[in-house]
């Protein structure tokens, strides 16, 4: 079973919006992550918040992550074409020893 | 560096053929994994080791078996294959237990 849940599965915007996307999850973590996809392309680390972190910043990317709701959102501002991709969340467990359970992500169409 | 490398890109398979995927990295790491995904999925761990020398399932291993070869080396054995095995393999590793490191994946089809 997968440990993140992601809402809304499809987004599409317009160029200089913002698209936010959350992930949920049902075990404690020990952090949570997320990653891009660009079709038939592998994954690429984004930002990496721990349990212990509330948010997290990194370029035009804002992560929020809510341990009592067991829940984390993604936002990018500003949006460009080039952001058109699919994003997922990913979950380290506690002594998961580095693995991770992902989410079936969400997949983002940003329009000229 | 590379980074983290996988062939073949593509494969072609017919029902009960064998085949290995091959995935290598040059950063040192200690932790490579493999994954599948399937349309419209996340990724699955399929096989996972965490240092040279181990290995241990993951949540969908029925089918596959897993090779560290060395430090750099982590490859993926296809004994039989099956058409449920048709999917996008990919391979990650990581220096300890956070970032994960992405290969370009192999799309395999199972006839």
């Known amino acids: 079973s997968q440990q993140g849940e992601e809402d809304p599965q499809a987004l599409s915007i317009q160029e200089g919006e913002n698209a936010t996307m959350n992930c949920s999850y049902k075990?404690?973590?020990?952090?949570l992550q997320w990653y891009r996809q660009n079709s038939g392309r592998g994954l690429v680390h984004l930002i990496l918040i721990r349990s212990n972190e509330r948010e997290k910043h990194s370029g035009r990317l804002r992560v929020t992550l809510d341990t009592s709701k067991k829940s984390s959102s993604l936002l990018i501002t500003a949006s460009r074409a080039a952001d058109t991709a699919s994003y997922f969340c990913?979950?380290?467990?506690?002594?998961?020893?580095?693995?991770?359970?992902f989410g079936a992500g969400t997949q983002v169409v940003v329009t000229p | 560096n590379a980074g983290v490398t996988q062939t073949p890109k593509f494969q072609v398979l017919k029902t009960g053929q064998s085949m290995t995927l091959q995935c290598a990295q040059d950063?040192?790491?200690?932790?490579m994994y493999w994954y599948r995904q399937d349309p419209g999925m996340g990724l699955r761990l399929i096989y996972y080791?965490?240092?040279?020398?181990?290995?241990d399932k993951g949540e969908v291993p029925n089918g596959y078996n897993v090779s560290r070869l060395n430090k750099r080396e982590f490859s993926l054995r296809l004994e039989s294959a099956a058409p449920s095995q048709t999917s996008v393999y990919f391979c990650?590793?990581?220096?300890?237990?956070?970032?994960?490191?992405f290969g370009p994946g192999t799309r395999l089809t199972v006839l």
């Open positions: 990650a590793s990581t220096p300890g237990t956070d970032t994960q490191y």
């Open positions: 950063m040192n790491h200690n932790s």
């Open positions: 080791s965490a240092s040279e020398g181990t290995t």
């Open positions: 990913a979950t380290a467990f506690l002594d998961s020893w580095g693995k991770l359970q």
């Open positions: 075990t404690s973590i020990n952090n």
